[in-house]
């Protein structure tokens, strides 16, 4: 289907994009990489009356270091955050997360800001972000605030972005030398996750001594799995020594049931790919 018709403007700095966005009002809607909000549009989803392009906004894009954390423009492409080596190095997790994110086509195209912005629980970046307890730096009509991730992620494709608002760039705590890696389930190869797992953990002398764990699609939003980054503290970087922890990978949760599976299900692929990525993590 055609998108109902729409004025459309590219500002070149945050400052006039905020203007029009103050200007148009609930009738305005921002595009990043368009690889969600395109389809929302020709499905007529929504029709906003003037749409605000990002693309040419260049303070947006890239990925710099800034002391103890990497911070990534909001209009990085994927496929930049994937080559990126700072993202590499110091955010391993989420090298590995994007690695499988949707196809090299769209990873030209979609933003890491446009998706965490957009916020579908079953979107890749949520819960790599959340794990390295991310900070989102968001710009309004009344200067610049920082939302930690936990406060970020509101509800099912709500964040704390406010209708006036701009996500700007995400600040990465940096973990260098943890171990990583994602666990995604899927039943058609480049598509969004039945269910993920993002892990992250720190090893000394083989043995567990710090553990983040995100779990993608288990809820509303992307969620931090405490209990089984809290049992992992002191645990053997084994087989055994993950299995225990694992289990409780679904405690606290509310999976969907859809066609891809019901909530027992996702709750077991949860158990599963929490300790497939912890061990792998671990390089065990
Ligand atoms: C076929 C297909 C497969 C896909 N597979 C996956 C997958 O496996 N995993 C996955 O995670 N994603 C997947 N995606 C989605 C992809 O990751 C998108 O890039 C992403 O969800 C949105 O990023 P975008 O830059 O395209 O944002 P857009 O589509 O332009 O915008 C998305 C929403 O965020 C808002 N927004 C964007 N940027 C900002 C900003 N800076 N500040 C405030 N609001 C903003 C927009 O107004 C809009 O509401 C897939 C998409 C397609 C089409």
Not at 101 to 114: K, P
Not at 176 to 185: L, N
Request: aromatic share 4%; no cysteine.
């Amino acid at each position: 289907m055609i998108p109902a018709q729409f004025d459309y403007v590219a500002p070149t700095t945050v400052e006039d994009a905020l203007a029009a966005l103050a200007e148009h009002g609930d009738d305005a809607k921002i595009i990043a990489g368009g690889q969600s909000l395109l389809p929302v549009l020709r499905m007529r989803l929504n029709a906003p009356e003037t749409v605000i392009d990002l693309g040419r906004i260049d303070t947006l894009r890239g990925v710099r270091d800034d002391g103890d954390a990497i911070v990534v423009g909001a209009m990085t492409t994927h496929h930049d955050v994937l080559t990126n080596d700072l993202v590499k190095e110091h955010a391993a997790i989420v090298h590995h997360a994007v690695t499988e994110l949707a196809d090299a086509q769209i990873r030209h195209r979609g933003t890491f800001g446009g998706a965490l912005a957009h916020a579908d629980p079953a979107g890749d970046m949520g819960a790599p972000a959340l794990a390295l307890g991310a900070e989102f730096v968001i710009a309004g009509s009344e200067g610049t605030r920082t939302v930690p991730a936990s406060e970020f992620f509101v509800d099912l494709f709500e964040t704390a972005i406010g209708e006036d608002e701009i996500l700007t760039e995400v600040r990465i705590p940096k973990h260098t030398g943890w171990g990583a890696s994602y666990e995604k389930f899927v039943r058609i190869k480049h598509q969004w996750p039945i269910v993920a797992v993002a892990a992250t953990v720190r090893v000394e002398g083989g043995t567990i001594a710090e553990a983040r764990v995100g779990l993608t699609n288990m809820g509303n939003t992307p969620l931090r799995a405490t209990a089984v980054e809290e049992a992992l503290v002191g645990a053997q970087a084994t087989e055994d020594g993950v299995r225990e922890a694992a289990s409780k990978a679904a405690d606290g949760t509310t999976p969907p049931a859809d066609l891809n599976g019901d909530s027992d299900y996702r709750r077991h692929l949860a158990t599963v790919l929490t300790r497939r990525a912890v061990l792998k993590a671990a390089g065990g």
